[in-house]
């Protein structure tokens, strides 16, 4: 148990639907990373946030945001579905900011857009 | 910018076998190098990281990595498979914008999907 949580587990939806999707970084960690598992691209940076604040941007969509709210928690939004976003959705957090710190990774939600 | 390239979708070893994932990686600056392996239906847990320092690095399970400079490499080993080691493994380098800047996202290879036979 990495200790990073990941809500929900699983998620159906159609297209042109909004999702939400959540994660709670461990425990004194600041920043929080969103990454896309897909059987093309494979594991891709979407956003990373730190202690509140947007720190990097990867290859995410227009349709995609995200936010880090002041009890550290982030969500990240879906907007506007496509086939194409059905993927594995993983949240990691770290301490800080530094290069080379370990990224502890959740479990992830499987999103699967029909 | 940094890139990471794995070669081997697929390796099979015999259990006892030694183990070897291929990792090779681009950077124009020192870089940061992690294993991440994959158990199924699972997220991704940190097997070790080279930053700075001593070139062979342990990490867990009884797996290691030695960072070779000269031949951009960043190979995992083990000694010997277990069952229990099958499962998709991850080689990453640290995304840095320039020689001090942080960018502290990791780039991914491909995956190797690692088989372990009785």
């Known amino acids: 148990d990495s200790g990073v949580t990941q809500t929900p587990k699983h998620l159906i939806t159609a297209t042109g639907q909004r999702v939400t999707l959540r994660c709670s970084p461990r425990s004194g960690d600041l920043s929080v990373y969103w990454y896309q598992q897909s059987l093309d691209q494979g594991l891709q940076f979407l956003i990373q946030y730190y202690n509140g604040e947007e720190r990097a941007k990867g290859n995410i969509l227009e349709r995609f945001s995200a936010q880090q709210f002041p009890d550290l928690h982030s969500e990240l939004n879906l907007s506007s579905l496509e086939l194409g976003d059905s993927a594995l959705y993983f949240c990691a957090s770290s301490v800080g900011t530094s290069v080379g710190e370990t990224q502890y990774f959740g479990p992830g939600t499987r999103l699967l857009v029909l | 910018a940094q890139s990471v390239t794995q070669l081997g979708s697929h390796v099979s070893v015999s259990e006892g076998a030694l183990v070897l994932l291929r990792c090779n990686y681009s950077s124009s600056v020192p870089p940061y190098l992690f294993w991440y392996v994959q158990y199924p239906n699972q997220g991704l847990q940190l097997l070790l990281k080279?930053?700075?320092?001593?070139?062979l690095v342990k990490g867990i399970n009884g797996f290691e990595a030695e960072f070779k400079k000269s031949e951009t490499s960043f190979h995992l080993t083990k000694p010997s498979a277990h069952m229990s080691d099958a499962a998709e493994y991850f080689c990453?380098?640290?995304?840095?914008?320039?020689?001090?800047?942080?960018?502290?996202?990791?780039?991914f290879g491909k995956g190797t999907k690692l088989s372990v036979k009785p």
């Open positions: 080279y930053t700075t320092g001593a070139t």
């Open positions: 990453a380098v640290s995304d840095r914008l320039n020689y001090g800047g942080s960018q502290g996202n990791l780039i």
